[in-house]
């Protein structure tokens, strides 16, 4: 019945360290992204895969890197972890890449010690 | 659970109540905006949209209003429930642009 869905939930790790999460979405949708959320709530944008192929990468650090298998997942591995990438991370879709409804996963919430 | 001190613009609002929730957006241009509600760990969830063609649209106890002129976009919630308290934002998107531009959140908490 979910939607769209991440796991972990919750994931902390030492610094230094290589973790991925992963997103799946059964809406048939064409469109998935990656958005992180800080402490204050904002929520940006990193990337957006429409159809496996990438169309959207924010500003975002090269240790950052997604995947897209098929256009129902989109995975991101995350290399060398830093303090600072602590946050919570979510996942969406959309059936459109533009003018369309975004729908959220839970998130998951990375801790970096 | 949410953050010790996160700041956020408050409203508090009496149960039964009606609340209004601002947003200034930022790109005249843009032709479509969403109004997400996020409760306490969970993630952003789809309340309402209005595309630019329209200055109001009316939901399930919410309405939207779009302010081309001075940009400006505000979600009304009639009758206000516990279950409302939330961080409330607005996003914006124009065609052709693949992004979702989201404000700062506005926090709801309800008064029982």
């Known amino acids: 019945d979910t939607a769209v869905s991440q796991t972990p939930k919750y994931l902390v790790t030492q610094m230094g360290n290589d973790k991925s999460i992963k997103c799946e979405q059964n809406l048939g949708h064409d469109t998935m992204y990656w958005y992180k959320q800080d402490s204050k709530k904002f929520l940006k944008i990193m990337f957006s895969?429409?159809?496996?192929?990438?169309?959207i990468n924010e500003t975002v650090p090269n240790r950052f890197s997604p995947k897209s298998p098929d256009k129902a997942h989109l995975n991101l591995h995350i290399n060398s972890l830093e303090l600072g990438d602590s946050a919570v991370y979510f996942c969406a879709s959309s059936q459109k890449t533009a003018g369309g409804t975004q729908y959220f996963g839970p998130g998951t919430r990375l801790t970096v010690l | 659970g949410e953050s010790v001190g996160l700041h956020l613009p408050t409203l508090s609002v009496q149960e039964g109540d009606n609340s209004i929730i601002n947003c200034a957006y930022s790109?005249?241009?843009?032709?479509?905006f969403i109004w997400y509600k996020q409760e306490s760990g969970k993630g952003p969830q789809f309340i309402i949209d209005?595309?630019?063609?329209?200055d109001k649209r009316q939901g399930q106890r919410v309405t939207v209003l779009l302010n081309k002129t001075v940009k400006h976009l505000s979600l009304q919630i009639a009758a206000t429930q516990p279950g409302d308290s939330a961080v409330y934002f607005c996003a914006e998107n124009y065609y052709g642009n693949n992004r979702l531009a989201f404000g700062k959140g506005n926090q709801v908490v309800v008064i029982p």
């Open positions: 895969y429409n159809n496996k192929e990438l169309i």
């Open positions: 790109n005249s241009a843009s032709d479509y």
């Open positions: 209005i595309r630019s063609n329209m």
